[in-house]
C-alpha cells in the first residue's frame, strides 16, 4: 500500500508543477529560516557549557546600594576568593582573576597585542581547559610564568616547543611559557589569547596587595561540590561585605555560569534577563515563518479539493477507507517536506557565509553530529505533519455520492478556513514591517540624540608602553599639537566610550550620611573641555595657568544631585580629597548611550593609564593626520602598534545589538511576506482557472480589463486589509514592551501602521494583479467553446 501510495504521490506531483514547485519553494524558504535561526539560538545557548562541571558554576555579584535603585556588578574585592576558600567547605574551587585585557606580547622580533588574564591555579580547575604541553598542577604558581593557548603559541613560537621558552610582556617583564592550552570555545564568556599569575598582577600593581573588601576589582567564580548547598551558600553570600568590612552594606549573590551570557540584565540587585528575550523573539520568528510556509501548502491544497475530489469519491466508492486516504495525503505532504528539505540545504550553505558576517559568528552544518540530523528529520517531520494535517482531513472527508454527482466548488467552511490563513500570514507580515520600522526609528533617534560632545573627528590612542611615563605622554601631547595633526588633545583615565572607575566616597555640604550615591570618577589633563567639543556651563577647563591638582570638575547630573544652587567655588570631598568645583560640564554619554548620565567628577591628574583623546584639525585631510599621528606615536613609542581608534566607530559599535535586530527583522520579514505571496500567487492561479468562463462571459458582455482585474483582486485585498487591522494592536503591544527595555525611547507614531498597511496591500495588488492580468486579457473564446 505504502509503494502505491508513494507512486500516486509522485504521479500527482509531476502533473501540477506549478502548484508542486510553489509548495517546495515555499517550505524550503520555511525551513531554511527555521534552521538558520535555530542554529544561531542553540549557538548562543551553548555559551560556557563546555565544561563538566559548568552547571556547579557560579559568578560571584556584588549588589551596590545607592540612593533609589541597586546596581548590581561582577566586580569582586580580590580577597574574596581565598576567604570562601578557608570558610565555605561547600565550595570546591574559587578563582580570581582579572577580565581580559590586550597586553604587549613579544617574543624577539615578533609583538602582538592579544587579550590576557591574569589568575590563580583554581581557575584552570574550575574552566578544565585540555593541556597540551606541560604540567597543570604547576601551572600559575610561579609569578614570572605564562600559559599560551594553542594558536597562540603557533603564532609566537610557530613549530617550535615554547615550553620553557620565554616571552616579554609589556616590554618590560619576562615570562617563561610553562604550558600550552586549548584554544578557548567562542561559546566562551571568558575570551583570551593567554594566561598570567595573579603573583604577577600584584608585582605590576602593588596596589592589589593593599585592597580590601570595599574595592571590587576583579572577577570571582566558584564551584561547589554540591549542588544541593546553592541555598546556603547563596544565604550566607548576603552578608558576607558586612561581616568582612564594617559599614559595607553591599549584597553579594552566585549567578550560575550557564546564565552568565544570556541573562546578563539585572534590576534592582535581580536578574531579569538579556540576550535570552532576543533569543526569545528569535524562535517565535523562526517557527511562524515555518507556519506561514506551512500555511501556504494548506491554503493550495484545499483550493484544489474540487480537482481531488472525484479522486477521492472514487477510491472511496472502491473501498477505500477514510484512514488509507489521509495516509494518501500525508505522504505527499512529507514527500513535498523532504523536497522542500533538500532545497533548504542548498540556501542554507549558500547564506551561511553571509549570516555568520552578519552575526559575527562561525556557525557551521555539523552533518558528523547525530543531534543535528535528528533536529532536522525532526523538523521536516513536523512540517510535513503541519502542512498536511488539515487538508488530509478535509479531503479525506468528501462523502462519494455526494462528489461523484457534482462537487460544489469551495463549500463555504473549506473557503471560510483558506481566508483565515491568508489573514494570518498577512499578520504576522505586517506585524513584522511595523516592529522593524520602529526599531530603526528608535535606532535612528538614540544615534542622533546629544551626546554631550562632537564625536565626529575625536580619536583616541592607548596609554601605554612608554607612554605610562607621564612625561612622554606629556612630550607625545606636545609634538601632535606642534605638528598640526591634532587641534586639541589631553589624557583621560578611560576611554571615552567606556565605562568602570565608580565610587560612593564623595560627600558634599548638606548631604545625607545615610544617603549612597554612586559618581563615575575620572581624570584628565589640560584642555579636556575643548578636546571634546563639551561645552561648559559654568567655570572653566583645567589649565596649566593654575594649580588644579585640589580642583574638580562636575557635570549637570552631579550638580542635580548634590542639590547645589552655586556649585562653582564649593568645596565636595571626593576619596578623602576636599576639593573645589571649578566647573560645570554639559552631560555626556559614556558607557550606555540608552540610559541618563551618572553623575560624574573629573580630577586634574596625570596618570599613566587611559587614553589620548584628540581632536583632528578639520583644515588637514584625515588620512594625512592620521599618518603624522601613527608616525609621532611610533617614534616616542616604538615597541607599540599606532593604534588610532575613532570614537564615532566606538559609538556606533554600542547599537550592534539593535541594528542586528533590525537587520534580522527585515530579512526575515522580507521572507515571511515573500511566501506569503507565493501563497497568494497560488491561490490567485486557482481562482483565475476556476472564475475562467465567469470572466469570459463578462468580457463578451463588455467588461473591460480594469473591471475584470477588481473583480479578481477585491476579495484579496479585504483579506489584506482585515490581517493590518488585527496586526495593528499585536504589533503595538509586542514593540511597546520592547521600547520599555530603554530609558530614552522614541514615541510609537502612525507612520510605521500607514508603512505596513501601505506596503502589504502594494505587494499583495501586485502578486494578485501578474496572474489576475494575464487571465483579463485572455481570448474569451478558449474559454467558451465547447471541448
Known amino acids: 500500500m505504502f509503494r502505491l501510495n508513494l507512486k500516486i504521490a509522485i504521479r500527482n506531483l509531476w502533473k501540477h508543477k506549478g502548484y508542486t514547485l510553489i509548495n517546495v ?112 598542577e604547576k601551572a600559575l604558581k610561579s609569578p614570572n610564568g605564562v600559559i599560551l593557548t594553542e594558536s597562540f603559541a603557533k603564532i609566537l613560537f610557530g613549530k617550535e616547543d615554547p615550553i620553557n621558552k620565554t616571552v616579554k610582556l609589556s616590554g618590560k617583564h619576562l615570562l617563561t611559557v610553562e604550558g600550552v592550552i586549548e584554544d578557548v570555545p567562542r561559546s566562551s564568556s571568558i575570551q583570551f589569547d593567554y594566561l598570567m599569575s595573579w603573583g604577577m598582577y600584584e608585582q605590576t600593581n602593588p596596589w592589589v596587595k593593599r585592597a580590601g573588601w570595599g574595592f571590587g576589582h576583579c572577577l570571582t567564580v566558584l564551584q561547589l561540590k554540591d549542588n544541593s548547598s546553592f541555598e546556603k551558600v547563596n544565604a550566607s553570600f548576603s552578608t558576607i561585605f558586612t561581616r568582612n568590612q564594617k559599614g559595607n552594606d553591599n549584597v553579594g549573590l552566585i549567578h550560575p555560569l550557564s546564565k552568565w551570557h544570556l541573562y546578563d540584565k539585572f534590576e534592582q540587585g535581580i536578574s531579569v534577563g538579556g540576550k535570552i528575550d532576543t533569543l526569545k523573539i528569535f524562535v517565535i520568528l523562526a517557527f511562524s515563518i515555518l507556519l506561514i510556509a506551512c500555511i501556504n501548502f494548506m491554503n493550495l491544497s484545499t483550493a484544489r479539493s474540487e480537482k481531488r475530489a472525484k479522486e477521492v469519491g472514487v477510491r472511496k466508492a472502491i473501498g477505500a477507507a477514510r484512514k488509507s486516504l489521509i495516509g494518501q495525503f500525508m505522504l505527499e505532504s512529507m514527500l513535498l517536506a523532504f523536497l522542500g528539505m533538500i532545497v533548504a540545504f542548498i540556501l542554507i550553505e549558500v547564506s551561511l557565509p553571509y549570516f555568520n558576517g552578519l552575526l559575527n559568528t562561525t556557525l557551521t552544518l555539523d552533518y558528523a553530529d547525530w543531534k543535528f540530523w535528528t533536529v532536522l528529520f525532526g523538523l521536516t517531520l513536523f512540517t510535513g505533519f503541519i502542512a498536511g494535517s488539515y487538508p488530509a482531513f478535509y479531503l479525506s472527508s468528501f462523502e462519494p455520492i455526494k462528489v461523484l454527482k457534482g462537487f460544489n466548488r469551495a463549500g463555504g467552511a473549506s473557503l471560510s478556513v483558506r481566508k483565515v490563513l491568508v489573514v494570518f500570514q498577512f499578520v504576522f507580515a505586517s506585524s513584522l514591517i511595523i516592529c522593524t520600522a520602529v526599531i530603526y526609528q528608535q535606532l535612528t533617534f538614540i544615534k542622533n540624540k546629544p551626546v554631550g560632545y562632537q564625536k565626529n573627528g575625536l580619536v583616541e590612542i592607548p596609554i601605554e608602553g612608554a607612554l605610562e611615563d607621564p612625561a612622554k605622554a606629556i612630550l607625545l601631547r606636545d609634538k601632535l599639537l606642534k605638528s598640526g595633526a591634532v587641534s586639541h588633545a589631553s589624557m583621560f583615565s578611560v576611554s571615552l566610550t567606556r565605562g568602570g572607575n565608580n565610587t560612593i566616597d564623595v560627600s558634599w555640604p548638606g548631604k545625607n550620611p545615610e544617603e549612597r550615591i554612586m559618581f563615575n570618577s575620572r581624570y584628565a589633563y589640560y584642555d579636556f573641555a575643548a578636546t571634546l567639543g563639551s561645552d561648559l556651563l559654568l567655570g572653566r577647563d583645567f589649565s596649566p595657568r593654575f594649580n588644579d591638582s585640589t580642583n574638580v570638575v562636575i557635570n549637570e547630573a552631579a ?4 542639590g547645589l544652587s552655586k556649585p562653582i567655588g564649593s568645596v565636595v570631598t571626593m576619596d578623602g580629597d576636599q576639593l573645589t568645583i571649578i566647573g560645570v560640564m554639559k552631560d555626556f554619554v559614556m558607557d550606555n548611550p540608552y540610559q541618563t548620565a551618572a553623575p560624574m567628577y573629573i580630577r586634574n591628574e596625570q596618570v599613566g593609564e587611559g587614553v589620548m583623546a584628540m581632536r583632528l584639525n578639520p583644515k588637514q585631510n584625515i588620512s594625512t593626520s592620521i599618518a603624522e599621528i601613527q608616525a609621532i606615536v611610533k617614534e616616542i613609542n616604538p615597541d607599540y602598534p599606532a593604534e588610532v581608534s575613532f570614537l564615532s566607530d566606538s559609538f556606533e559599535a554600542k547599537f550592534n545589538n539593535e541594528k542586528l535586530l533590525g537587520v534580522l527583522a527585515n530579512w526575515f520579514g522580507g521572507f515571511a511576506v515573500f511566501i506569503s505571496c507565493l501563497g497568494l500567487l497560488g491561490l490567485t492561479l486557482f481562482m483565475a482557472e476556476q472564475r475562467k468562463k465567469e470572466i469570459s462571459i463578462r468580457k463578451v458582455l463588455g467588461a473591460n480589463t480594469f473591471h475584470i482585474l477588481t473583480l479578481l483582486n477585491k476579495d484579496f485585498i479585504k483579506l489584506v486589509v482585515i490581517a493590518n487591522v488585527i496586526a495593528f494592536p499585536i504589533a503595538y503591544i509586542i514593540i511597546n514592551k520592547w521600547l520599555s527595555n530603554y530609558e530614552f525611547r522614541v514615541e510609537i507614531s502612525v507612520i510605521p501602521f500607514v508603512l505596513a498597511i501601505v506596503l502589504s496591500l502594494l505587494i499583495a495588488l501586485f502578486t494578485v494583479s501578474m496572474q489576475s492580468l494575464k487571465v483579463a486579457k485572455a481570448n474569451p473564446v478558449d474559454a467558451l467553446k465547447y471541448e
Open 25 to 136: 519553494g515555499g517550505l524550503a524558504i520555511g525551513l531554511a529560516s527555521c534552521m538558520l535561526l535555530l542554529l544561531y539560538v542553540a549557538y548562543e545557548w551553548s555559551y560556557d557549557k563546555y565544561t563538566a562541571g559548568y552547571d556547579r558554576t557560579y559568578v560571584v555579584y556584588s549588589n551596590q546600594k545607592n540612593a533609589n535603585d541597586i546596581n548590581s556588578y561582577a566586580w569582586t574585592p580580590g580577597v574574596m576568593a581565598p576567604y570562601l576558600i578557608s570558610t565555605m567547605p561547600e565550595v570546591a574551587f574559587a578563582s580570581h582573576s582579572t577580565y581580559p585585557n590586550e597586553f604587549l606580547i613579544t617574543n624577539q622580533d615578533k609583538s602582538f597585542k592579544k587579550p590576557g588574564i591574569f589568575t590563580d591555579p583554581s581557575f584552570l580547575k574550575i574552566f578544565p581547559y585540555q593541556m597540551i604541553k606541560g604540567n597543570k
Open 559 to 562: 550638580v542635580k544631585v548634590m
